[in-house]
């Protein structure tokens, strides 16, 4: 918050927005989609694990298209370490289960989607499943998925509170 007011000063169609409670992940992401004012929301971690410019890739891809509005874009992940990447293919394997459709890296980075398809959404939730929610309402809403690779280097900023140990990874799943 100390340097965000600089940063974004040249840019007047940017805003922050400050959550001073946390309340889960969820909570900060939404009530930051709730605050934006542009016709494609989207989110995506802070840690840098992945290159902010990759949102500029994901919104090529509503221009790209003629209905963006019936556009979800999501990051596939690349460049992971073979546990993590274990670990992915056993919660897509639970989550396509437990949903009935096929999901796979669910908690790739950014999410992006139209304005419209947000203000659809009734009761998301404030925790780690708003990725999962999020997908599964746009497979269910017959949006068009499109993916594209993201490198996923190691966390530049922050400490996980759930990916540490096998046992905070269970809890999350």
Same mark, same amino acid.
């Given at each position: 918050?100390?340097?965000?007011?600089?940063?974004?000063?040249?840019?007047?169609?940017? &805003? %922050?927005? +400050?959550?001073?409670?946390?309340?889960?992940?969820?909570? $900060?992401?939404?009530?930051?989609?709730? /605050?934006?004012? #542009?016709?494609?929301?989207?989110?995506?971690?802070?840690?840098?694990?992945?290159?902010?410019?990759?949102?500029?890739?994901?919104?090529?891809?509503?221009?790209?298209?003629?209905?963006?509005?019936?556009?979800?874009?999501?990051?596939? &992940? %690349?460049? +992971?370490?073979?546990?993590?990447?274990?670990?992915?293919? $056993?919660?897509?394997?639970?989550?396509? /289960?437990?949903? #009935?459709?096929?999901?796979?890296?669910?908690?790739?980075?950014?999410?992006?989607?139209?304005?419209?398809?947000?203000?659809?959404?009734?009761?998301?939730?404030?925790?780690?499943?708003?990725?999962?929610?999020?997908?599964?309402?746009? &497979?269910?809403?017959?949006?068009?998925?499109?993916?594209?690779?993201?490198?996923?280097?190691?966390?530049?900023?922050?400490?996980?509170?759930?990916?540490?140990?096998?046992?905070?990874?269970?809890?999350?799943?």
């Amino acid at each position: 918050p100390r340097i965000l007011p600089d940063l974004i000063a040249p840019h007047p169609t940017m &805003r %922050s927005v +400050r959550v001073e409670v946390n309340q889960g992940y969820g909570f $900060g992401i939404l009530s930051g989609l709730r /605050a934006a004012r #542009g016709e494609v929301l989207a989110w995506t971690h802070a840690d840098m694990q992945t290159d902010p410019k990759d949102a500029v890739t994901g919104l090529s891809l509503f221009d790209a298209d003629p209905r963006p509005e019936q556009v979800f874009v999501k990051g596939l &992940r %690349s460049g +992971r370490p073979a546990f993590d990447v274990a670990f992915t293919v $056993g919660m897509s394997l639970f989550e396509s /289960a437990l949903m #009935g459709q096929r999901l796979w890296d669910i908690n790739a980075q950014p999410t992006m989607f139209h304005r419209r398809f947000f203000e659809g959404w009734q009761n998301p939730p404030h925790d780690f499943s708003l990725d999962l929610f999020a997908f599964v309402m746009a &497979r269910r809403a017959g949006l068009s998925v499109r993916r594209f690779p993201v490198h996923f280097g190691p966390r530049a900023h922050g400490v996980s509170h759930w990916s540490s140990t096998v046992a905070g990874r269970v809890r999350f799943i």
